[in-house]
């Protein structure tokens, strides 16, 4: 039923292929938000999973294999299913262009690796909101 999907966390997809850094932001969405996540090591699996399950909020690393976050978020905001779902495009590039291309293409935000994990947080609040009781936790970091 509807109203027992609305109780459940809310569901992030986290698309990066460095596991360290996967499992930092898995860390931030589930331990401290309380958020549900999925993962893709590719960005032809990050597409595939944003069409199954629908996120909230998907973290899209620009630089992954076989397709890249920059093409990924092209096809999310093309198809009509997918294109309502903010993309926050993530890079350890941290250039200027590649900041403006993504959000040229429709990501909804920008993160630089390395993040601040306060700042993960911010970011994941805003476009996903959080589950549980976190005033505790959002000192960690």
Known sequence: MR?????????VL???D???NREIMRTVAEDILGLHVLAASDGEMALKLAREHLPAVILMDL????????????RLKADPS???IPVIAITALGRT????????IGA?????????????AATLVRFAGESGSTSETHERG
């Open 3 to 11: 109203a027992e999907a609305s109780n459940r966390p809310k569901l």
């Open 14 to 16: 986290i698309a990066e």
């Open 18 to 20: 460095e596991p360290d």
């Open 63 to 74: 630089m992954m294999p076989v397709v890249d976050g920059f093409e990924a978020i092209k």
């Open 82 to 84: 997918t294109a309502h």
């Open 97 to 104: 262009t590649d900041r403006q291309r993504a959000l040229d």
């Open 108 to 120: 909804a935000g920008y993160l630089s690796k390395p993040f601040d994990v306060d700042v993960l």
